[in-house]
């Protein structure tokens, strides 16, 4: 298979910057890991008490809006757990479907959620990561977890290099963990700096959420591109994209659109929080 200078495939060997681990090196990591849990206490991602396991404390996970039934479609709250067919589906989802197939996300970004977000994306949290990836993986469907290729919703360079990393493809990685897929990086390509759709999020609360959506989407549209040899491998594949937050879907939707466009046969989607409300 050709890839591009931008490419990766990462398999179930490999370390999670593509390094191939052998039997040693699994080892020493193990031997590192327990090492560290003897020095260094596991301590609550959000408050810092310190706790018997990686994770958070009862306290912040009780504080923790986690969502438990959803939309089959846009993964949105319910109260109550659908019914597998297409009734159960949510009013905005009856209207017009999303570009994807499914959405799963672990929790609402409010209260302690929005904390353990902020600061994995802005306070160098990555530590976390392998914690996060479970979550995301007891997320999803068994029908998404057989998806063919994992890939991470991309960041512009210059915000990379503002950053140092990608927190949608560290998810990625820890997820892939359990998943043991092909984790393509560097496939899809954002070719646009775009504003921060948080920027965004004060004008949804005050108007409606399609118009809302139309202003993000228009930030992000043309903002993506798939590498030549991505297209090849995509082809007929069900992708996996993975990101941080999903607010009002513009984002995925435009990298669902240029993933289908590259000859992708579906795209589902997984986040670690997302925002909005619980639906009746």
């Not at 159960?88 to 609402?108: E, I, K």
């Not at 479970?134 to 977890?145: K, Q, Y």
């Amino acid at each position: 298979m050709t890839l591009s200078l931008w490419t990766r495939h990462h398999h179930s060997n490999q370390g999670p910057y593509g390094h191939e681990r052998k039997g040693w090196g699994r080892a020493l990591e193990s031997a590192g890991r327990w090492m560290a849990d003897i020095l260094l206490p596991h301590r609550c991602y959000h408050c810092g008490v310190v706790v018997g396991n990686r994770g958070l404390c009862a306290s912040c996970w009780s504080n923790v809006f986690f969502i438990h039934a959803s939309c089959p479609c846009c993964g949105q709250a319910y109260e109550v757990t659908p019914s597998s067919d297409d009734s159960s589906l949510c009013l905005a989802c009856q209207a017009m479907r999303p570009l994807w197939r499914r959405a799963r996300s672990v929790f609402f970004y409010r209260g302690v959620g929005r904390q353990l977000i902020l600061s994995y994306k802005y306070g160098n949290r990555l530590d976390a990561s392998a914690y996060y990836g479970t979550l995301l993986f007891h997320a999803l469907t068994p029908s998404m977890r057989s998806c063919d290729v994992l890939m991470a919703v991309p960041s512009h360079w210059t915000r990379h290099v503002w950053r140092s990393y990608n927190q949608a493809y560290t998810l990625a990685c820890a997820l892939n963990r359990h998943l043991r897929k092909e984790l393509v990086v560097g496939g899809l390509v954002r070719v646009k700096a775009t504003r921060k759709q948080k920027a965004s999020m004060a004008y949804a609360q005050r108007h409606k959420r399609q118009q809302a959506f139309l202003e993000r989407y228009d930030n992000v549209k043309d903002a993506f591109r798939l590498t030549p040899a991505t297209k090849k491998m995509i082809k007929g594949q069900s992708v996996l994209l993975v990101d941080d937050l999903l607010t009002s879907g513009a984002t995925v939707d435009a990298c669902t659109h240029t993933l289908m466009m590259g000859g992708a046969h579906a795209v589902d989607v997984v986040t670690l929080a997302r925002t909005g409300t619980t639906l009746l």
